[in-house]
Each structure stands twice: as structure tokens, then as C-alpha cells.
């Protein structure tokens, strides 16, 4: 297969306006997704008792639901590349939503496992199809179209935590069906209504081999896997660590919820930021710029307290998460052939990297330490660094 050079990353879109209709309905189902998607930080250490387990059991579990929610990712990509979105989206949430609401039946841990690794199994199916359906919306405008899909689910992803907080508070642990409820009835309605959300986005040709494609350009791929890992990383870290820690301390569980919110509310504001900065500059320097600053956000979090930990914590997600839409659209731009399955690898498999990493930090964690979790986080968040400047010479300024 030919190798693709890539200053193509660099190509302005054509001067074509998005739809932001469409788009705003793929954000919106992003936004119910991503929020069912977030709610084992909080749900899975209120089971911990019950179930015996302790802070490496908790956090492995959460961890391998949120790999079956990654790795599967450039698979449904390739599904994704023959059907419109329009049809798989509201049927991935349904599927996401369902296995959410079951996650509070669990009566072991095993149980609880194979919940959310269904639950995770929607979840993959619904990102690569609403990302590429995006892209296909984008116009010229592709990293701040980007950037409005993903911060839905972002706001989602923070509103989650709490929303379960709540819903502990009221049902208990059962509380997680009541809150599958409006998913479940916007993919019900979606689907029986058939609800058009614009033609430009229609099937597209047959996409290549998965295998092949990414043995031809194996360096390109592995190096936006380190991106995307990187800052897959540095969110998962708090997320997964900071909450069963403060479990453990005896902390209320809103506390956790009002740091992890305040992380991805930044983080979705970085977000917006990254993506149009994107528009503007060339890409690797967004996401170089976004590894330095969450590095150096994190190793100052690890010591802070109060104001100052709510504040730190804020710029990590801040940082870290301003380069999402960005890595999103450069792994878009490199697979232009496959943009599901390219959405899948940035996306899933990215973050499937970072949550291995994760795990294995919880392991690091349980034998040193949190605190000393989150500094590795930090250095390893650097990675990305020199992944990024493999690009920089090849991009030019990109502006929609």
C-alpha cells in the first residue's frame, strides 16, 4: 500500500460551512453516552464494601470496563464506515445505557465486571459512528466542529459522578437504572422515529483492511496512539485514583465528585480551545503545548489541598484534554480512507493505552502510594512530546 505523506495532514478542507445541526444532535447523544460512561468512580467504591473489595481490585475493575469501551473502538469504526450514523448512534446508546442501568444489580464483583464490559461495548460502537458522522458535518471547520462534539460528552463525562452521587442518595445502588431512563428513551425515540440528520454523511466505499492499512503506516499510528495515550493517561489518573483514595481516607464521595467534575468541566473548555486553535496553528503544537502544561498541572496537584487542589486539578483536565479533538482530527487526517476506523484508533485504542497505563498505576499505587501514582502520571504525560514533533516539520499553519 502506498505510503501517505504527512504534509496531507496540512490540506485546508474545502471552504464549506458545517452543519451544526447534525452535529449538535451527535453531541447531544454524546453528551447521554459519556455521562453512563463515567459513573464507576463514583458507583464502583459505594459497592466496595459489600463486595469485599479492596483499592487494586476496585480500580483494575473500573479499569477493564473502560478497555472494553476502547479496544473495540477501530472495529465499530469499520462498521461505521459503511452505515450512516444516523442509525448506529441512537442504537449504541441504547445498548451503553441498558448494561448501565444493570451495573447497580451486581452482586459480585465478576457481575459487575461483565456489566460493564457490555455497558463498554456500546460505548465503542458509539463513538468511532458519531465522530466520523461528524467529520462528514465538519465543513471546514474540522477542529472546532470537533471540539463541540467532544465537549458534549465531556460535560456529560462530569456530569455523570454527580448525577450518580444523587442518585445513591435517593435509590441507592439500584439508583443506576433511574438514571438510564432518558438514554434509553432518546435511542428508543430515535429509532422508532427515524429521525433524518442530514445527507452528506451518507455510506461511503468499502474501507481497506484494518491490519493492512495500519502495518503501511505502523510509525504515523503508533505515534498518535502516544498522543492519544498520553493524555488518555493524565485524566484516567485522577479520575480512577483520586476518588478510591479519598474513599479509603473516609472522605464524603461528593468530594471526589466536585474535584472529577471540575477536571472534565475544564477539561471541556480546553477542549474548545484546543479545537480551534487547531484551526488556526499546526496541530502537534496544540498537543505538545497540552502535554506540558497537564504535566506540570498534575505533579503541582499531588501536594495542593483545598482551593488550590480544585484549581490544579481544573488545568490538568484543562491541559490534558485540550488536545482530544485535536489528536481526533490529525488521526481523521491520516486515515482519510477509513475516518471510522481512524476515529477508533485516536479514540479507543488511544485511550486504551492510557487506561492500561492507568492500571498499572493502580497496581504502583497500591504498593507506593497514590501520590506516587500521579508523579509517574505526570512524567509519563511527556511522551507525547516527542510524538508530537515527528509531525511538526510535515504541518504547516492549518486554518479552516
Not at 464549506?16 to 445541526?21: A, L, N, T
Not at 444489580?105 to 456500546?122: C, D, E, F, T
Not at 480546553?270 to 488556526?280: I, K, T
Not at 509531525?391 to 486554518?399: K, T, V, Y
Request: aromatic fraction near 6%.
Amino acid at each position: 500500500m502506498r505510503e501517505v505523506s504527512l504534509p496531507a495532514l496540512a490540506r485546508r478542507a474545502p471552504a464549506e460551512q458545517p452543519r451544526y445541526g447534525p452535529i449538535a444532535l451527535a453531541g447531544g447523544l454524546h453528551f447521554l453516552n459519556d455521562a453512563y460512561g463515567n459513573v464507576y468512580p463514583v458507583l464502583v467504591p459505594a459497592l466496595m464494601v459489600s463486595m469485599h473489595l479492596r483499592l487494586v481490585g476496585a480500580a483494575l475493575i473500573i479499569t477493564a470496563s473502560s478497555l472494553s469501551a476502547s479496544v473495540l473502538q477501530p472495529f465499530a469504526g469499520r462498521i461505521a464506515d459503511r452505515l450512516p450514523g444516523s442509525r448506529l448512534m441512537p442504537l449504541s446508546l441504547m445498548v451503553c445505557a441498558l448494561f448501565t442501568g444493570l451495573l447497580g444489580y451486581s452482586a459480585a464483583p465478576l457481575a459487575l465486571l461483565v456489566m460493564g464490559v457490555l455497558a463498554g461495548v456500546g460505548n465503542a460502537s458509539f463513538h468511532p459512528a458519531a465522530s466520523s458522522w461528524v467529520a462528514a458535518m465538519a465543513g471546514s471547520r474540522k477542529g472546532w466542529s470537533m471540539s463541540i462534539f467532544i465537549t458534549a460528552g465531556n460535560v456529560g463525562r462530569a456530569l455523570g459522578p454527580a448525577l450518580m452521587v444523587l442518585a445513591l442518595g435517593v435509590w441507592g445502588a439500584r439508583g443506576s437504572m433511574p438514571l438510564a431512563v432518558p438514554g434509553l428513551a432518546v435511542a428508543v425515540a430515535l429509532l422508532v422515529w427515524r429521525v433524518p440528520v442530514g445527507a452528506r454523511s451518507a455510506q461511503r466505499p468499502a474501507a481497506p483492511r484494518i491490519l493492512p492499512l495500519l502495518a503501511a503506516r505502523a510509525r504515523d499510528a503508533a505515534a498518535l496512539l502516544v498522543m492519544s495515550g498520553a493524555r488518555a493517561l493524565v485524566a484516567g489518573a485522577v479520575t480512577t485514583l483520586v476518588p478510591i483514595a479519598y474513599h479509603e481516607a473516609g472522605d464524603p464521595a461528593y468530594l471526589a465528585a466536585i474535584l472529577v467534575g471540575v477536571l472534565i468541566f475544564a477539561g471541556s473548555v480546553g477542549n474548545a480551545v484546543g479545537g480551534e486553535l487547531s484551526d488556526r496553528v499546526a496541530r502537534p503544537w496544540v498537543v505538545i503545548g497540552g502535554a506540558v502544561g497537564s504535566a506540570l498541572a498534575l505533579a503541582g496537584f499531588v501536594n495542593a489541598g483545598g482551593v488550590g487542589a480544585l484549581v490544579l486539578a481544573g488545568l490538568t483536565g484543562f491541559f490534558a484534554m485540550g488536545t482530544n479533538s485535536v489528536t481526533m482530527v490529525m488521526g481523521q487526517e491520516m486515515f482519510p480512507e477509513s475516518v471510522g476506523m481512524a476515529s477508533g484508533l485516536a479514540l479507543g485504542v488511544g485511550n486504551a493505552v492510557g487506561i492500561a497505563m492507568v492500571g498499572l498505576l493502580s497496581v504502583l499505587a497500591g504498593w507506593a502510594g497514590v501520590d506516587v501514582a500521579l508523579y509517574a502520571a505526570a512524567a509519563l504525560a511527556l511522551l507525547a512530546v516527542p510524538a508530537a514533533l515527528r509531525f511538526a516539520g510535515d504541518l504547516r499553519l492549518s486554518r479552516g
